[in-house]
């Protein structure tokens, strides 16, 4: 039965079940690839689907046109989980025109080297369907540098591309149960953001003063991934305008990993510490907790604790892979500090200090580091140096 979400305008995507590593992203949930076809005096496909999916997503077309008659693509965004499946879908339908920002057709041409009929658009351009028209919104670096947006403006669909999204497979197609089912949908939108949109919250609150100046509304959201906001698409515009800002909670994160307990025990007492100071605390040892869903947590959190022992000469490696992937999602408005136990040498506390700074966090203490096996008064001090941190960091 196919999924109508205005007159003649459908979801055709795919929704993948089994995906559950996407680019080291822990997608548990599964995923779904949206993509929209409406049925106008010029048929167009919005987007299109993995590569391997494709015979799934035409599958899904037929059930409303024949595939051939489709006219016109609009390509919102050149990475391969959207634009993977367009060499067979161009094969199969043979467009008139291929719709794309500019920097979508240049990386469209280097990833394929097809001669596709491209039409680039530029923001403010529009398309007549017949009934409906289409207006393009490039968005670069939303999250790619070809990325843009589509509106649809006589229902005021915004097809918005990654944005907005969240991996989930599931039977639903609509927001209809926001944001108290499928699931915890609100944390999936979130981790969404955190791994893929965190750097780029400058870039989304300009965007919404784009928008705003442009005097755009939504009654209908389309993402890429995940469910369509029809019932409350203010909802997820909150949630995004909320990160964007980037505000911390008074909220602290713990992040370690150990050798033989001796930094656990001081992350024990710097969680204690925390707790005494009545801040929101969490936990993550870096191989038990995947770092994609500590990076959902540290979107929002004020103070991050990272603690590792020193292995010849270097941090832990599960913390340099970490801080490797932090870095380059930017995070802002953070205090940050490192701890750690050592036996010979403490190489890992200032190594970690480094790429703090390299990271243009706020490093609050200078580092705590303990010798073998932390005793009572060591633990203790990292007790009381976690509260005095929350105190002197977080609005209580
Ligand atoms: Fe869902 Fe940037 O791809």
Known sequence: MPVELAPNIYWVGVVDWIIRDFHGYLTED?????????????????????RDLVPGMLARVAEIVDPAKISYIVSNHVEMDHSGGLPEVVAAVKPDKVFCSPLGKAGLSRHFKQDWP??????????????YTLSFLETPMLH????????????????????FGAHLASTARFDDHLPDSPGDYANQLKKYYANILM???????????????????????APDHGLIYRK????ALEAY????????????????????HSTEMLAE????GLMDAGVQAQMHHLRRTHYSDIVTEVLDAGLLLFGSPTLNNQMFPSMGEFLTYLKGLKPRNKAAAAFGSYGWSG?????????LEAMKLKVVHEGFQVKYIPDPEELAAARALGEKLARGNLSL
């Open 30 to 50: 599964g995923s779904t690839y949206n993509a929209y076809l409406i049925v106008d005096d010029h048929i167009t496909l919005i987007d299109t689907v993995k």
């Open 118 to 131: 491209f039409e680039p658009v530029k923001t403010g351009a529009e398309l007549s369907l017949g009934r």
């Open 144 to 163: 790619w540098p070809d990325s843009m947006m589509t509106y649809l403006k006589e229902e005021q669909i915004l097809f918005s591309s990654d944005a």
């Open 199 to 221: 750097p780029f919250g400058g870039l989304i609150t300009q965007l919404f003063e784009k928008v705003a100046a442009l005097g755009l509304s939504f009654k209908i959201i």
């Open 232 to 235: 409350n698409p203010a909802w």
């Open 241 to 260: 305008r909320q990160w964007a800002a980037g505000a911390p909670l008074p909220k602290a994160l713990v992040i370690y990993d150990t050798m033989w």
């Open 269 to 272: 007492a710097f969680m204690e």
């Open 347 to 355: 190489q890992a506390v200032g190594l970690i200090n480094q790429e």
